[in-house]
């Protein structure tokens, strides 16, 4: 009943001032298939869906459907020439019901104007019943979970009879469940005869779920797969040389245990408690990996840490000395070293040079300060030592350092960070936005930094780098502490606890029921520490150090 | 309907994402309960026994409900002064008390609770105020009804800002849209010797100049607080030069528009209290109830309200549903003007027939108050309006029948008012959340 629709994008080329972000660019979406795109942060997948959606015009090219010549001049020609998209960020109001949003630019009336929005409660009753969506068209936006947000967004998509559905990183915000249950629905849509155009980095989800894959590199189509070439194949290919994607960390050798929380619980300004009576410790030469899905208390976590946040309770000791309470300052002098997650709003002034971004932290002591002067050519110094050691790519140390690329910017930061002698060293999505070439790099650093017996804390949302990086994993759910499990606990296992579950129970449903869809090439190594028993040390271990 | 082959497993249910929104509902529905409520009432319940009841007069305030032309006749109420403050703190305390109360079983007051508050603390101020006066008496209908004829530039002041900010601009032009459509009503109905082409041309010149806030803050992104300030000094300089050039030289001709005629619907204008209000009026006063009432349905009831709402809340959600963000603000802030320039008109056609220089004093800033205390609402900001149109009647009247209160006191009332309404005392007001922000593609 669904007209299927071929789609054909041929020399797209968009350009933004010097920046060539698509460069003839030629991809064929056949009817019926799930098409992904993948390429690193950066590369001009989400360039080129834009162009797709009729966001952007292309500089050059054209887009055929079923062969013919279109052009879209905005969303609204896209949607009428079949084509929905979900976007990365979702594009829902979040002060109006599902059904309002649905209804939104393709509102059902009644005379005069009056909305109708009963029409549009059938409609995505019809939708929901149909892909088991379980959405209430009348629930606000703003109270649903990420990924029922998302649900709505495809039945908007759907009620707009759209028969290509562009999905722009949908699973960024998802946990590894809802992942799956939206591998599901791909499935179904490509059944009933939609197309997906799939746009993601993420190599296992990929795998999973195309039909094709077409890899785009800095604007580039570089080759295309199906779904049976390896992970490594396609990272290669994606990233342009030979990627390692395993880390090789010797095993941690913890020390004694420096850095410890209590009962830290953090209030929000509306009254949530977005951290709520957590308490870990971290011990000398460890990595304690901190996991969730985003939202759920690591921010706040590590801003209390750090001092920034108001309302704190509870305790946070590092070398027997409390943090709580004091400025910023005081914990920067204690020896925390901070690598914020969103380094453009607080890691870096954009606008000032390399070099003063590399002693933002450091300026007002020896040998950069002298009384109420600076020196400039201690700073100079300074930055072009530590652009040698980071491997930092720019211009020159005077360069800004907005004008550098994601990856190269983490390399300041994380450089500045770990330039002084540190007692804790915490970083937030210390890889976000960062090509896969830096990510190893600055891995590796993290790495040695624990190895000079540094407590070190990462917090991430990317269930790999957490697996790969962590000696130990504590996974955060509304802003509780879910429990405390050792590396080389499963992906399923982490996703279970990342959706609220503890530990044991989540062992527990894991070996009642195996998911069909993906997680079941079990990394090697981890099934020993899966099938032996829940995991003893968790739970003693969540209540606060347990290291000798 | 196939059966999905993929609905949830049995055994899933529990781990995913259900409980997952439960728990989520309950984490927004649980809001801090604060001493806010409970400590403010009790605070103003102590002010209103100490002096309304306490220090109270001891003369009988004399409320007169009727005017002798009504159709029925309702006897004057009358309040013995010292009494009535007792009784009305009195139950002020035992509002307050049981918002404390709740407050120690975690619960927050209910919302009637501190309109109620206000309702009595407002009534034993009248008392107070009247009982002390020189002559403890006036006319309530007369109070109301002048409260609502001092509104009328309010209301369609803050209802341009309402429609300006549901779309995503913010107007502090309201004051200069006021002004122009004054002016221009003023000199149109001069020179045509016809009132009603008067209050078509103040439209005009009402959405002339919200045109111009629009072209800069929506084309150019020029700062939207800082154009609206210069559109009202710039109303301002030039209404004021051509009043003082062109008006002054020759009034017979530029400035002496006549009235336009106030419309008695026989009958209903005669019930007491509501008669004159709402079927006593000139054509601006019933188009100010049209036209809060048409813009509410707009808003909330039709396709173009929706969209006008997605424009002011998530403008990218809107264009990526195909609907042209920067026309419908432009549109929209060219409508409120409108709006706020036949609430102009009412200065120089309704409320006497002439122009002077900044006849519309400030009026449009107290529209952008009514505006927030209403809470971006058409009907919230009309109840505003009315409170401040009634604080500045009080304040006249009071004046009048010579009371010890200083007539600035009074005249503080109303921006005392919005402070507590702006702090919380009804609740967190939220503004559309891309007010303010210009739309840039991309």
Sequence with gaps: MVRVLKLELKGITKRFGSLLANDHIDVVVEPGQIHCLLGENGAGKSTLMNVLYGLYEPTDGEILIDDEPVSFRGPGDAMAAGIGMVHQHFMLVPVFTVAENVALGAESTKAGGFLNLEDTRRKIQEISDRYGFDVDPDALVEDLPVGVQQRVEIIKALVRDARVLILDEPTAVLTPQETDELLDIMRQLKGGGTSIVFISHKLREVKAVSDIITVIRRGQVVGSADSGASTTELASMMVGRAVNLTLDKAPAQPQETTFEVKDLTVVAPNGHHTVDGISFSIARGEILAVAGVQGNGQTELTEAILGLQERVSGSILLDGKELVGRSVKDVLDAGVGFVPEDRKVDGLVGTFSVAENLVLDLYDKAPFARGISMSPAKVLENANSRIGEFDVRTPSAAAAAGTLSGGNQQKVVMARELSRPLRLFIASQPTRGVDVGSIEFLHRRIVAERDTGTPVMIVSTELDEVMELADRIAVLYKGKLVGIVPAGTGRDVLGLMMAGLSPDEAHADKLHHRDPALGNDPVPGNSPALGNSPTPTSASRAEGGDHD | ?442
């Design chain 2, 1 to 442: 309907m196939s059966t999905t082959a993929t609905s949830p497993q049995p055994g899933k249910p529990q781990a995913g994402t259900p409980p997952r929104a439960e728990e989520r509902q309950q984490a927004t529905s649980e809001k801090p309960v604060t001493w806010k409520v409970p400590v403010l009432l009790s605070a103003l319940g102590i002010v209103a026994f100490i002096f309304f009841g306490l220090m109270g007069p001891n003369q009988t305030a004399r409320f007169g409900l009727s005017s002798s032309g009504d159709f029925f006749q309702l006897p004057a109420l009358e309040v013995p002064g010292f009494l009535g403050g007792i009784v009305l703190s009195v139950i002020m305390l035992g509002l307050a008390g049981y918002a404390v109360y709740l407050k120690t079983k975690d619960q927050a007051a209910p919302r009637w609770l501190p309109i109620a508050f206000i309702v009595l603390f407002v009534a034993a101020f009248l008392i107070w105020v009247v009982g002390g006066a020189r002559t403890p008496s006036i006319s309530l209908a007369g109070l109301i009804a002048g409260s609502v004829t001092l509104a009328v530039p309010l209301v369609f002041g803050s209802l341009s800002g309402v429609l300006c900010e549901r779309v995503g601009v913010v107007n502090i032009a309201i004051e200069g849209q006021l002004l122009g459509g004054a002016f221009t009503a003023a000199m149109v109905a001069s020179m045509t010797r016809n009132p009603f082409i008067g209050l078509l041309a103040a439209a005009v010149a009402g959405a002339v100049v919200s045109m111009v806030l629009a072209l800069f803050s929506i084309k150019y992104l020029v700062n939207q607080i800082i154009v609206g300030v210069v559109l009202n000094v710039l109303v301002s300089g030039v209404t004021g030069f051509l009043f003082s050039t062109v008006m002054q030289a020759d009034k017979a001709t530029f400035n002496s528009p006549g009235r336009l005629p106030i419309i008695d619907i026989p009958v209903l204008s005669g019930i007491p209290v509501l008669g004159p209000i709402l079927f006593k009026q000139s054509l601006v006063g019933y188009l100010m109830y049209i036209a809060v009432i048409v813009v509410w349905i707009g808003l909330f009831k039709t396709k173009w309200g929706l969209r006008v709402r997605a424009v002011g809340e998530h403008p990218q959600a809107a264009d990526t549903m195909g609907i042209r963000v920067n026309a419908t603000r432009f549109w929209n802030v060219t409508l409120g003007g409108a709006i706020a320039g036949i609430g102009g008109s009412f200065f120089t056609l309704v409320a006497i027939d002439s122009f002077t220089k900044e006849i519309s004093g400030g009026r449009g800033f107290i529209a952008l108050a009514a505006l927030i205390f209403g809470r971006w609402n058409p009907i919230g900001a009309f109840f505003a309006a009315l409170l401040f149109g009634f604080a500045d009647n009080l304040q006249s009247i009071v004046t009048i029948i010579g009371t010890p209160v200083p007539s600035q006191f009074m005249a503080m009332l109303p921006y005392l008012v919005t402070v507590l309404a702006v702090a919380g005392l009804v609740g967190r007001s939220r503004p559309p959340a891309a007010s303010g922000i210009p739309y840039v593609k991309g």
